[in-house]
Protein backbone atom coordinates (compact mmCIF):
# COMPACT_ATOMS: atom_id res chain seq x y z
CA UNK A 1 0.00 0.00 0.00
CA UNK A 2 1.34 3.70 -1.01
CA UNK A 3 2.49 5.51 2.22
CA UNK A 4 -0.13 8.16 0.62
CA UNK A 5 -2.73 6.20 0.78
CA UNK A 6 -1.81 4.66 4.23
CA UNK A 7 -2.01 8.47 5.35
CA UNK A 8 -5.39 8.96 4.08
CA UNK A 9 -6.97 6.04 5.64
CA UNK A 10 -5.24 5.95 8.64
CA UNK A 11 -6.33 10.29 8.78
CA UNK A 12 -10.18 8.79 7.93
CA UNK A 13 -10.00 6.42 11.06
CA UNK A 14 -8.43 8.72 13.40
CA UNK A 15 -11.75 11.39 12.55
CA UNK A 16 -13.92 8.53 12.79
CA UNK A 17 -15.30 9.10 9.03
CA UNK A 18 -14.17 5.94 7.78
CA UNK A 19 -16.48 3.49 6.03
CA UNK A 20 -16.70 -0.31 6.34
CA UNK A 21 -14.92 -0.86 2.54
CA UNK A 22 -11.91 1.40 3.74
CA UNK A 23 -11.61 0.12 6.72
CA UNK A 24 -11.12 -3.62 5.52
CA UNK A 25 -8.40 -2.50 3.26
CA UNK A 26 -6.47 -1.03 6.03
CA UNK A 27 -6.93 -4.09 7.68
CA UNK A 28 -6.19 -6.40 5.05
CA UNK A 29 -3.06 -4.57 4.30
CA UNK A 30 -2.31 -4.88 8.08
CA UNK A 31 -2.35 -8.28 8.47
CA UNK A 32 -0.41 -9.21 4.87
CA UNK A 33 2.28 -7.69 4.86
CA UNK A 34 4.67 -6.72 7.82
CA UNK A 35 5.73 -3.36 5.94
CA UNK A 36 2.44 -2.27 5.64
CA UNK A 37 1.30 -2.90 9.27
CA UNK A 38 4.49 -1.29 10.16
CA UNK A 39 3.79 1.57 8.54
CA UNK A 40 0.15 1.95 9.73
CA UNK A 41 1.04 1.41 13.62
CA UNK A 42 3.76 4.49 12.49
CA UNK A 43 1.48 6.69 11.49
CA UNK A 44 -1.30 6.04 13.92
CA UNK A 45 1.50 6.16 16.87
CA UNK A 46 2.34 9.72 15.95
CA UNK A 47 -1.07 10.41 15.75
CA UNK A 48 -1.76 9.58 18.98
CA UNK A 49 1.14 11.34 20.76
CA UNK A 50 0.28 14.48 18.78
CA UNK A 51 -3.10 14.06 20.19
CA UNK A 52 -2.05 13.83 23.68
CA UNK A 53 0.32 17.05 23.67
CA UNK A 54 -2.46 18.37 22.34
CA UNK A 55 -5.16 17.78 24.95
CA UNK A 56 -2.23 18.01 27.96
CA UNK A 57 -2.94 14.34 29.03
CA UNK A 58 -0.69 13.87 31.88
CA UNK A 59 1.03 10.90 30.30
CA UNK A 60 2.51 8.19 33.60
CA UNK A 61 5.58 6.44 31.69
CA UNK A 62 4.28 3.31 33.68
CA UNK A 63 0.86 3.44 32.64
CA UNK A 64 1.40 4.49 29.61
CA UNK A 65 3.70 1.21 28.57
CA UNK A 66 1.52 -1.06 29.92
CA UNK A 67 -2.00 0.12 28.15
CA UNK A 68 0.91 0.66 24.91
CA UNK A 69 1.83 -3.25 25.04
CA UNK A 70 -1.87 -4.09 25.78
CA UNK A 71 -3.20 -2.75 22.72
CA UNK A 72 -0.72 -3.30 20.43
CA UNK A 73 -0.72 -7.39 20.94
CA UNK A 74 -3.86 -9.64 20.85
CA UNK A 75 -5.84 -10.52 23.24
CA UNK A 76 -9.00 -12.08 24.61
CA UNK A 77 -11.10 -10.27 26.21
CA UNK A 78 -11.44 -6.42 26.29
CA UNK A 79 -11.00 -4.76 29.74
CA UNK A 80 -13.32 -1.27 30.36
CA UNK A 81 -11.40 -0.34 33.01
CA UNK A 82 -8.93 1.91 31.62
CA UNK A 83 -8.89 5.73 32.23
CA UNK A 84 -11.90 7.27 30.36
CA UNK A 85 -9.36 10.37 28.61
CA UNK A 86 -10.59 10.45 24.88
CA UNK A 87 -6.84 9.41 23.49
CA UNK A 88 -6.60 6.86 25.55
CA UNK A 89 -9.77 4.80 24.35
CA UNK A 90 -8.64 6.26 20.62
CA UNK A 91 -5.37 4.17 21.43
CA UNK A 92 -7.65 1.72 22.08
CA UNK A 93 -10.03 1.24 19.45
CA UNK A 94 -7.33 1.92 16.77
CA UNK A 95 -4.49 -0.60 17.22
CA UNK A 96 -7.33 -3.32 18.35
CA UNK A 97 -9.38 -2.68 14.72
CA UNK A 98 -6.45 -4.31 13.35
CA UNK A 99 -6.23 -7.26 14.68
CA UNK A 100 -9.61 -8.07 15.75
CA UNK A 101 -12.11 -9.25 12.72
CA UNK A 102 -14.18 -6.68 10.90
CA UNK A 103 -17.62 -7.50 12.42
CA UNK A 104 -16.10 -5.78 15.66
CA UNK A 105 -15.64 -2.17 13.46
CA UNK A 106 -19.00 -0.83 14.13
CA UNK A 107 -18.61 -1.84 17.94
CA UNK A 108 -15.04 0.18 18.38
CA UNK A 109 -16.29 2.84 16.39
CA UNK A 110 -18.91 4.16 19.01
CA UNK A 111 -16.26 3.39 21.53
CA UNK A 112 -14.14 6.21 20.49
CA UNK A 113 -17.07 9.10 20.67
CA UNK A 114 -17.68 10.68 23.47
CA UNK A 115 -20.52 8.78 24.49
CA UNK A 116 -20.77 6.75 27.55
CA UNK A 117 -19.21 3.29 27.77
CA UNK A 118 -22.07 0.68 28.00
CA UNK A 119 -20.99 -3.04 28.99
CA UNK A 120 -23.03 -5.97 28.11
CA UNK A 121 -23.49 -9.36 29.48
CA UNK A 122 -25.27 -12.48 28.30
CA UNK A 123 -25.40 -15.64 30.89
CA UNK A 124 -26.93 -18.49 28.00
CA UNK A 125 -29.19 -21.48 28.78
CA UNK A 126 -28.22 -23.48 31.72
CA UNK A 127 -25.30 -21.02 33.11
CA UNK A 128 -25.14 -18.41 35.81
CA UNK A 129 -23.01 -15.67 35.31
CA UNK A 130 -21.72 -12.94 38.28
CA UNK A 131 -20.51 -9.97 37.31
CA UNK A 132 -19.17 -6.63 39.05
CA UNK A 133 -19.40 -3.43 37.79
CA UNK A 134 -17.59 -0.35 37.64
CA UNK A 135 -19.35 1.53 40.78
CA UNK A 136 -19.16 -1.45 42.79
CA UNK A 137 -22.76 -2.67 42.15
CA UNK A 138 -23.28 -6.32 41.49
CA UNK A 139 -25.36 -9.02 39.73
CA UNK A 140 -26.02 -12.31 39.26
CA UNK A 141 -27.95 -13.51 35.68
CA UNK A 142 -29.75 -16.01 35.60
CA UNK A 143 -30.00 -18.44 31.88
CA UNK A 144 -30.66 -16.77 29.17
CA UNK A 145 -30.38 -13.54 30.65
CA UNK A 146 -29.34 -10.36 28.56
CA UNK A 147 -27.98 -7.62 31.04
CA UNK A 148 -26.19 -4.12 30.15
CA UNK A 149 -24.82 -1.10 32.24
CA UNK A 150 -23.63 2.14 31.66
CA UNK A 151 -22.72 4.94 34.30
CA UNK A 152 -22.03 8.74 32.84
CA UNK A 153 -19.09 11.10 33.42
CA UNK A 154 -21.63 12.75 36.02
CA UNK A 155 -22.20 9.41 37.78
CA UNK A 156 -25.74 9.17 36.41
CA UNK A 157 -26.17 5.12 36.52
CA UNK A 158 -28.41 3.23 34.59
CA UNK A 159 -29.19 -0.72 34.11
CA UNK A 160 -30.95 -2.92 31.30
CA UNK A 161 -32.59 -6.13 31.90
CA UNK A 162 -34.08 -8.54 29.56
CA UNK A 163 -34.12 -11.82 31.75
CA UNK A 164 -33.81 -12.48 35.42
CA UNK A 165 -31.17 -11.50 37.84
CA UNK A 166 -29.92 -10.70 41.42
CA UNK A 167 -28.62 -7.40 41.78
CA UNK A 168 -27.04 -5.17 44.56
CA UNK A 169 -26.93 -1.81 43.87
CA UNK A 170 -24.03 0.13 45.40
CA UNK A 171 -25.52 3.14 47.78
CA UNK A 172 -25.02 6.14 46.29
CA UNK A 173 -27.88 8.89 46.94
CA UNK A 174 -26.68 11.46 44.30
CA UNK A 175 -26.89 9.02 41.43
CA UNK A 176 -29.90 6.78 41.57
CA UNK A 177 -29.67 3.40 39.38
CA UNK A 178 -32.26 3.28 36.94
CA UNK A 179 -33.22 0.14 35.83
CA UNK A 180 -35.40 -0.37 32.79
CA UNK A 181 -37.21 -3.80 31.74
CA UNK A 182 -40.38 -5.00 30.40
CA UNK A 183 -43.01 -3.26 31.54
CA UNK A 184 -41.42 -1.67 34.24
CA UNK A 185 -38.86 1.61 34.80
CA UNK A 186 -37.40 1.06 38.44
CA UNK A 187 -35.47 4.23 40.57
CA UNK A 188 -32.79 2.71 42.93
CA UNK A 189 -30.23 4.53 45.43
CA UNK A 190 -28.87 1.09 47.41
CA UNK A 191 -30.37 -2.33 47.29
CA UNK A 192 -31.07 -6.05 46.55
CA UNK A 193 -33.50 -7.40 44.49
CA UNK A 194 -34.76 -9.98 42.43
CA UNK A 195 -36.12 -9.11 38.80
CA UNK A 196 -37.57 -11.60 36.23
CA UNK A 197 -38.83 -9.61 33.34
CA UNK A 198 -38.07 -11.90 30.15
CA UNK A 199 -39.22 -9.96 27.00
CA UNK A 200 -41.55 -13.40 25.59
CA UNK A 201 -43.04 -13.62 29.22
CA UNK A 202 -46.52 -12.14 30.27
CA UNK A 203 -44.98 -11.73 33.61
CA UNK A 204 -42.65 -9.43 35.62
CA UNK A 205 -41.98 -9.71 38.78
CA UNK A 206 -39.64 -7.35 41.38
CA UNK A 207 -38.86 -8.50 44.92
CA UNK A 208 -37.14 -6.69 47.14
CA UNK A 209 -35.00 -7.61 49.53
CA UNK A 210 -33.45 -4.65 51.21
CA UNK A 211 -33.77 -1.22 50.99
CA UNK A 212 -36.39 0.85 48.82
CA UNK A 213 -37.43 1.46 45.10
CA UNK A 214 -39.85 3.27 43.10
CA UNK A 215 -41.22 1.45 40.65
CA UNK A 216 -42.90 2.85 37.63
CA UNK A 217 -44.78 1.04 35.19
CA UNK A 218 -44.07 1.90 31.43
CA UNK A 219 -46.85 2.89 29.24
CA UNK A 220 -48.61 4.45 31.89
CA UNK A 221 -49.15 6.45 35.36
CA UNK A 222 -48.93 3.79 38.07
CA UNK A 223 -46.16 3.85 39.98
CA UNK A 224 -45.49 1.81 43.55
CA UNK A 225 -42.92 2.51 46.10
CA UNK A 226 -41.34 -0.37 47.59
CA UNK A 227 -40.40 -1.50 50.82
CA UNK A 228 -38.06 -4.21 52.34
CA UNK A 229 -39.38 -8.39 52.05
CA UNK A 230 -42.50 -6.41 49.53
CA UNK A 231 -42.80 -8.30 45.81
CA UNK A 232 -44.40 -6.77 43.23
CA UNK A 233 -45.50 -8.95 40.18
CA UNK A 234 -47.24 -6.83 37.40
CA UNK A 235 -49.28 -8.11 34.15
CA UNK A 236 -47.50 -6.72 31.32
CA UNK A 237 -50.79 -7.47 29.04
CA UNK A 238 -53.03 -5.63 31.36
CA UNK A 239 -50.80 -3.06 33.18
CA UNK A 240 -52.02 -4.45 36.65
CA UNK A 241 -49.96 -5.22 39.69
CA UNK A 242 -50.25 -6.88 42.63
CA UNK A 243 -47.84 -6.71 45.50
CA UNK A 244 -47.35 -8.83 48.55
CA UNK A 245 -44.63 -10.06 51.27
CA UNK A 246 -42.01 -12.41 50.84
CA UNK A 247 -42.05 -15.43 52.84
CA UNK A 248 -38.25 -16.02 53.29
CA UNK A 249 -35.93 -13.55 51.60
CA UNK A 250 -33.08 -15.72 52.03
CA UNK A 251 -35.06 -18.24 49.63
CA UNK A 252 -35.81 -14.99 47.03
CA UNK A 253 -31.83 -14.79 47.58
CA UNK A 254 -31.13 -18.34 46.05
CA UNK A 255 -30.74 -17.88 42.10
CA UNK A 256 -32.04 -21.53 41.82
CA UNK A 257 -34.80 -20.84 43.26
CA UNK A 258 -37.66 -21.14 40.84
CA UNK A 259 -41.45 -19.36 41.76
CA UNK A 260 -44.61 -20.01 40.14
CA UNK A 261 -47.19 -17.69 41.80
CA UNK A 262 -50.24 -18.54 39.54
CA UNK A 263 -47.58 -18.33 36.73
CA UNK A 264 -49.02 -19.54 33.37
CA UNK A 265 -47.86 -22.46 32.06
CA UNK A 266 -46.42 -21.29 28.85
CA UNK A 267 -44.13 -18.86 31.33
CA UNK A 268 -43.28 -22.11 33.31
CA UNK A 269 -42.07 -24.00 30.42
CA UNK A 270 -39.88 -21.13 29.33
CA UNK A 271 -38.34 -21.30 32.97
CA UNK A 272 -37.78 -25.26 32.86
CA UNK A 273 -36.10 -24.70 29.27
CA UNK A 274 -33.65 -22.22 30.66
CA UNK A 275 -32.78 -23.19 33.94
CA UNK A 276 -32.49 -27.43 32.82
CA UNK A 277 -30.90 -26.69 29.32
CA UNK A 278 -33.72 -29.05 28.30
CA UNK A 279 -36.53 -27.99 25.71
CA UNK A 280 -39.90 -28.08 27.50
CA UNK A 281 -42.59 -27.21 24.95
CA UNK A 282 -46.34 -26.53 25.53
CA UNK A 283 -49.54 -27.68 23.68
CA UNK A 284 -51.31 -24.50 22.87
CA UNK A 285 -54.41 -25.78 24.84
CA UNK A 286 -53.07 -25.94 27.71
CA UNK A 287 -51.35 -22.25 27.45
CA UNK A 288 -53.65 -20.36 29.93
CA UNK A 289 -53.78 -22.86 32.86
CA UNK A 290 -51.50 -21.56 35.73
CA UNK A 291 -49.15 -23.07 38.26
CA UNK A 292 -48.22 -22.47 41.94
CA UNK A 293 -45.00 -24.01 43.50
CA UNK A 294 -41.65 -23.30 44.28
CA UNK A 295 -38.81 -25.56 43.18
CA UNK A 296 -34.80 -25.62 42.88
CA UNK A 297 -33.12 -26.07 39.64
CA UNK A 298 -30.05 -27.04 41.60
CA UNK A 299 -31.98 -29.73 44.18
CA UNK A 300 -35.01 -30.52 42.29
CA UNK A 301 -34.78 -32.73 39.35
CA UNK A 302 -36.75 -31.67 36.11
CA UNK A 303 -38.94 -34.76 36.06
CA UNK A 304 -39.95 -33.61 39.47
CA UNK A 305 -41.07 -30.41 38.54
CA UNK A 306 -43.11 -31.77 35.65
CA UNK A 307 -44.51 -34.62 38.03
CA UNK A 308 -46.34 -32.04 40.28
CA UNK A 309 -47.28 -29.50 36.95
CA UNK A 310 -48.62 -33.01 35.84
CA UNK A 311 -50.61 -33.58 39.21
CA UNK A 312 -52.02 -29.56 39.89
CA UNK A 313 -52.89 -29.24 35.85
CA UNK A 314 -53.91 -32.63 35.08
CA UNK A 315 -51.75 -32.53 31.88
CA UNK A 316 -50.20 -35.65 30.19
CA UNK A 317 -45.98 -35.45 30.35
CA UNK A 318 -44.21 -36.54 27.03
CA UNK A 319 -40.37 -37.45 26.42
CA UNK A 320 -39.54 -36.67 23.27
CA UNK A 321 -36.22 -36.46 20.92
CA UNK A 322 -35.98 -32.50 21.91
CA UNK A 323 -36.98 -32.53 25.62
CA UNK A 324 -40.44 -32.95 27.11
CA UNK A 325 -43.86 -32.22 25.97
CA UNK A 326 -46.93 -31.32 27.94
CA UNK A 327 -50.56 -31.58 26.36
Not at 57 to 77: A, I, V
Not at 100 to 105: E, G, T
Not at 285 to 314: H, P, Q, Y
Request: net charge neutral; proline share 2%; aromatic share 8%.
Amino acid sequence: MEEKEIKELTSSLLDRSIDADDFKRLQIAANSSSTDRGAITHALKLAIAQGMLEDKYNYLQDKGTFQYRYFMEPHEEVHHNFSRSRFVWLAAAVAFLLIVPLCSYLYFKSSITDEPDKVSFYAPTGKVLSVTLEDGSRATLNPNTHFSFVMDKLGGREMTLNGEALIEVKHDISHPMTITTRGMRITDIGTVLRIKAYANERLSTVSLLKGTVTVNMKGTTLKRKMGRNECLHLDTYTHRFTVDKLDNSAMAADMAMMFFDNAPLSDVVKTLSRNYGVNVSLAANCTEKRFMGVFSAKDDSLSIVLEAIKTVNGVNVKKTRQGYHLY
